[in-house]
């Protein structure tokens, strides 16, 4: 690997080859549509009396639900083996649509199983339903779905609940692991086709596997947050509530081993534990000792963030993402920021002027109001090394400002990219929902390929969403019909 640009080379090397491999798309959709699938296959055989069609397709709803939500613990961001080809905000937005389709499948589960019961005699139907939910037999069944009906409710509605944080990641948690617990336990103990045979000993080794999981985000990890410390260096203002922070490795700390634009998890003191860390963009050149974050105040870890002490233990679990420009080779690089945004951007921008980047930037940075943004001379100053122009956005308009005003619409699009071929331009942008949304589509419609247009949000809310959204979003509900369908399979093959 080198550390500098080639000419007419439109990308440089990944400094990731070293890490673990991370998964392509399509190899990821197949092993999860495998996992779900698969203690349907292996019950095909099972030796048990013939059940009620609908009690069939109950069983399939329970055990693909099951599997479903026992993926989820890998879902979450935190391994780059799964989250690294598909970016945060992909393997997140599956992670949330993927929760709503496990929620379905295990609340219907009972439903099914009573169905045929209630068609026949409805009293005799509510009676087994009250002795499905009552007898302690079913009660780790019981559990588990209250728990999941909790978790992904709670976390539909995380925006409205007064609920730190850290709170909520904590009860997260322990929701999904009591919903999968119980979940396991119900299927091994009272499973149709789980006694004795190869769906018991599937569900043994999700268990298993779920075990090894935690204990690498909650031990492993939290082993290396206090084995590598690094050590707070200096606090810097940047802009207003906006906060640059020079962090630098501990003695016997590894430097990390990033790409420009990635992010990494992190916290402070003794609070060096994984539930208590936040993701940050590194704001790096990889070509310079130590790591650089730019943080707002915005909550209750950040709002404390500029009265840090020198001194101060950090803890650094990372990189992540797959928002830096190694991945994306191009002859032109445009790069987008919106207020906090600009933490990644300046990062990358710091790794083209330290590299002596040969192809043409070009920096867009909107801000809500002029004293928002951050490091302007040093932006200005990164012309003197690249073939650079910036345009600067304010929504409101001071007095003193002479900069542009408004939004960073179509014109403005089309003029920053004047002289640029799109379909040879890759688009890095890092801002609020709506306006990476909007921004979003305006670039494909002036030519770019949407392979080309690689947006970060860490905004897992909802809202705005552009055509890419909405082109992953079916995917994603392809993967949630295969699943249907296979479970309607196995209700008819019965």
Request: charged share 20%.
């Amino acid at each position: 690997m080198t550390d500098t640009a080639m000419p007419g080379m439109g990308a440089m090397p990944s400094r990731s080859s070293r890490r673990m491999p991370r998964l392509p798309a399509g190899i990821l959709a197949a092993l999860y549509l495998g996992l779900c699938i698969l203690p349907l296959v292996l019950s095909l055989p099972a030796d048990v009396s013939p059940p009620d069609p609908l009690e069939r397709l109950a069983a399939g709803l329970g055990m693909v639900g099951l599997a479903g939500m026992a993926v989820q613990f890998v879902t979450s961001g935190r391994f780059d083996i799964v989250s690294g080809r598909l970016g945060i905000d992909r393997i997140m937005a599956f992670h949330k649509l993927a929760a709503w389709w496990v929620l379905l499948a295990i609340v219907l589960h009972p439903v099914a199983y009573v169905a045929p019961t209630w068609l026949e005699d409805p009293a005799l139907g509510r009676e087994r339903l009250v002795a499905y939910l009552t007898l302690p037999h079913y009660r780790s069944g019981v559990v588990a779905w209250a728990a999941l009906v909790f978790l992904v409710l709670s976390s539909a509605l995380r925006n409205r609940l007064p609920w730190r944080y850290e709170v909520w990641r904590a009860t997260h948690l322990v929701l999904g692991t009591v919903a999968t617990a119980g979940g396991l336990h119900h299927a091994i103990v009272a499973g149709r086709f789980a006694a004795g045979g190869p769906v018991g000993v599937y569900w043994w080794l999700v268990a298993s596997a779920i075990v090894a999981v935690l204990s690498v985000l909650y031990g492993y990890r939290w082993l290396n947050l206090h084995r590598r410390p690094w050590r707070l260096h200096s606090v810097t203002r940047r802009a207003d509530r906006l906060w640059e922070l020079d962090i630098q490795p501990a003695p016997g700390t590894p430097p990390l081993d990033y790409n420009a634009g990635q992010f990494v998890w992190m916290t402070e003191g003794a609070r060096r534990f994984p539930l208590l860390d936040h993701p940050f963009s590194i704001a790096d050149s990889p070509t310079r000792h130590g790591l650089s974050l730019i943080i707002k105040e915005a909550g209750d870890f950040t709002g404390r963030i500029g009265s840090l002490e020198p001194g101060t233990p950090v803890g650094i679990d990372g990189p992540y993402g797959e928002f830096f420009l190694e991945a994306y080779p191009a002859d032109a690089v445009l790069l987008i920021a919106g207020g906090v945004g600009i933490a990644p951007i300046l990062g990358i921008l710091r790794d083209l002027v330290a590299r002596r980047d040969k192809r043409p930037v070009r920096l867009a940075y909107a801000v809500g109001t002029p004293k928002n943004f951050a490091c302007l001379e040093e932006i200005a100053a990164a012309g003197a090394e690249l073939d650079l122009e910036v345009l600067l956005i304010s929504e409101e308009e001071p007095s003193g400002w002479q900069g542009a005003v408004g939004r960073l619409d179509r014109a403005r699009l089309k003029d920053l990219l004047n002289g640029i071929e799109p379909s040879a331009c890759v688009a890095l942008m890092c801002g609020p929902g709506a306006m990476v949304s909007a921004v979003s589509d305006t670039l494909l419609d002036l030519g770019l390929p949407m392979k080309n247009v690689v947006y970060e949000r860490f905004d897992y809310a909802g809202g705005a969403s552009s055509r890419q959204d909405r082109r992953r979003s079916l995917a994603f509900l392809g993967v949630a019909a295969v699943l249907g369908a296979s479970v309607l399979l196995y209700y008819w093959g019965g």
